[in-house]
């Protein structure tokens, strides 16, 4: 049976479909809607929410909790990236970094993967900075914005380049590695 991925977020699911793949991990798509807590980390939000959510689907599931800390806001948005971004947008964000010259920012993500033993947190990081104005057109949320360390290009104009180095294959492969052991054991 596949592997529950409790996300409405499309783009979050085709990201981990295709990294999963590599570990023969298959997954489906799971949408609950479960009230998130108030926590500056991103694993601490994961954790909670998994916790929730085993309570509703008493299920082995995983989840994602992901924010972007811009290093000049003191880590804004972070956790609160999706409301932020709902508010704000990429346009909001550029006005709120309008002369600011210390660009750095990271993506966070955190996994959490549920079962009735309790919950596990994986997460991943990818430092880079904030573009001075919105590029491309792929991906999703802050990827016009976001400028990996190492690239000229944001994530939205290189989706191979996101694939590759994004915080959120960092934690999926922790998490895949994980998984695939504990699936051996048995
Ligand atoms: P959440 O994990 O669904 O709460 O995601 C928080 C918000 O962060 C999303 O709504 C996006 O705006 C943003 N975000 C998370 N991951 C990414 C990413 O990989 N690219 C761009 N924006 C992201």
Redesign the pocket.
Known sequence: MNLLFL???Q??FA?AKSILKAYDVKISPLNLNIE?IRSES?AR??EASAQSAYERARKPLFL?????FVKALNGF?G????????RLGNKGLLRLMRGVENRSAK?V?AIAYVDSKGVRTFTGACEGEIALSARGKK?????P??IPKGSRKT??QDAEL?KQL???RKALEKFAHWYSLKMKKG
């Open positions: 996300t409405g977020n783009h979050k990201e998130e991103c939000v994961a994602e909790d992901a924010g972007l948005p956790t609160y990236s999706s409301w932020a971004f709902s993506f993500s991906g999703f949320g802050y990827d914005l976001f994530f939205a996101k994004s915080h959120r």
